[in-house]
């Protein structure tokens, strides 16, 4: 049987396009194609088409077996947000660290005694594939909630053979059991495992000559990840990890200025990588090998926010004619949420981001960062059927004006209604 959707009298349907664009940068971050008083038609699991309710005619859903229409007066639409980067498997939340941080400790002290990531290594030898597979399952589905239809998940975690493989086939069983759109990144190299500080090489061979064969053999990743940065893994590293990785095909996207100016983001842009995350701190080499390049300068508001970091210049960044994409770096020691419209909010109110700028961060220009830009991140007739309605809103700026809510009330993924 054949079904069609009807959205009808959708007060504002948001960031449509007639064309695929790759992202959008500069000064057209600040535009957003909007229809007010418009329709969207879903045929199966795709877009069909939309424009303005009075153009809508009945010949528009005909052929179809079935025709659910759903009324979104007073509503918005939007396309799902792509979250471009999470470590939403993890194995336990870290809240004596953030008590620890209240306190007066640094995440950079809380990391050296063996907190932080090392932290999450140690309680991931004890969890079951089945346990950390469940647990990121509840996590995916208050994200959908919130309106995230595409999202990229990380490794990194494990740290060793075992416990590295055993995440990447809990975000292997995702994609097969999750409707949303999942992307694998490997991230063996998050941070250093004690047992290898007198012989860093080690454990960058074991990395590059055990793990990546076998995650290749298995088709574990899509992308390979390194925390470049101060105190963790240097430049060259992460030139030499890169390098590795694309030997198996694995296109870089990776951690960089996040704790200082340490050239992570000249590394990921000479390595060609898809994205570079973080970027508290830029300056004006690093803006100039980003224009030269096609990699997305991603930015992780909720990291900052909680840790209390640096904030990315991302006014400065825009005007320079960057493109930004956000990201919500949901994980359990710098950013425990994956509310893409909190980091909406965030964008607009600590980075002046203008709320066009921060829904283009987060849907065309986050689908780029996570390579999905040819299927999702815009409402575009071809593409797949992901997108939310909100509850009754003034307008798009609402979204991120009332911080910390949920304004999403329907989610639909691939045609279906959740
Ligand atoms: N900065 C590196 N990695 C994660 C945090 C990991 C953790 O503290 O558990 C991030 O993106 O913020
Ligand atoms: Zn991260």
Redesign the pocket.
């Known amino acids: 049987m054949t079904m069609k959707i009807l959205l009808e009298n959708i007060r504002q349907l948001v960031q449509v396009e007639d064309k695929a664009r790759t992202w959008v940068s500069g000064k057209e971050m600040g535009s957003l194609r909007v229809l007010e008083d418009a329709f969207l038609v879903i045929d199966d699991d795709q877009i069909e088409t939309f424009g303005p309710m009075k153009d809508f005619n009945e010949n528009l859903v005909e052929g179809a077996d079935m025709v659910m229409e759903i009324d979104c007066a007073g509503k918005i639409v939007m396309p799902g947000y792509c979250d471009s980067?999470t470590?939403v498997v993890?194995p336990a939340s870290?809240e004596q660290?953030f008590v620890d941080r209240i306190n007066g400790l640094t995440?950079e002290e809380i990391?050296r005694r063996g907190g932080?990531?090392l932290?999450?290594a140690k309680r991931m030898e004890q969890r079951s594939e089945d346990e950390l597979f469940a647990d990121a399952m509840v996590r995916l589905d208050e994200v959908k909630r919130m309106g995230t239809t595409a999202i990229e998940i990380k490794s990194?975690?494990g740290l060793s053979m075992e416990s590295e493989l055993k995440m990447l086939r809990v975000i292997k069983r995702l994609k097969a059991n999750s409707p949303m759109i999942i992307k694998s990144t490997f991230?063996g190299a998050?941070a250093l495992p004690v047992e290898y500080k007198a012989d860093r090489q080690k454990y960058i061979k074991l990395l590059i000559e055990e793990m990546l064969p076998e995650i290749d053999r298995e088709g574990l990743a899509d992308y390979m990840d390194v925390?470049c940065?101060q105190g963790?893994f240097t430049v060259e590293e992460t030139a030499q990890l890169l390098e590795a990785g694309w030997k198996y095909d694995l296109q870089p996207k990776i951690?960089a200025n996040?704790?200082g100016l340490t050239g992570g983001v000249q590394v990921g842009v000479k390595h060609q990588a898809l994205s570079v995350?973080?970027l508290e701190h830029i300056g004006d080499d690093e803006i100039k090998a980003l224009l030269a390049s096609k990699t997305m300068p991603t930015v992780?508001p909720g990291?900052a926010f909680f840790?209390g970091m640096p904030l990315s210049p991302i006014r400065e960044m825009i005007e320079a004619g960057l493109p930004i994409a956000l990201a919500s770096?949901y994980?359990?020691?710098?950013?425990p949420s994956g509310n893409m419209n909190f980091i909406q909010s965030l964008a607009c109110i600590k980075y002046k981001m203008t709320p066009e700028e921060a829904i283009n961060a987060c849907t065309i220009n986050s689908a780029y960062a996570m390579g999905v830009e040819k299927i999702a991140g815009t409402i575009c007739s071809g593409k797949q059927a992901n997108l939310f309605i909100t509850r009754e809103l003034p307008s798009y700026s609402a979204i991120s004006y009332y911080f910390g809510a949920n304004p999403v009330e329907t989610v639909i993924i691939n045609g279906e209604i959740y």
């Open positions: 980067h470590h993890f870290r660290e995440y990391a932080g990531i932290n999450s990194g975690y991230l998050h925390f940065d963790f951690h996040e704790l995350d973080h992780l990291a840790l770096d994980n359990p020691g710098s950013s």
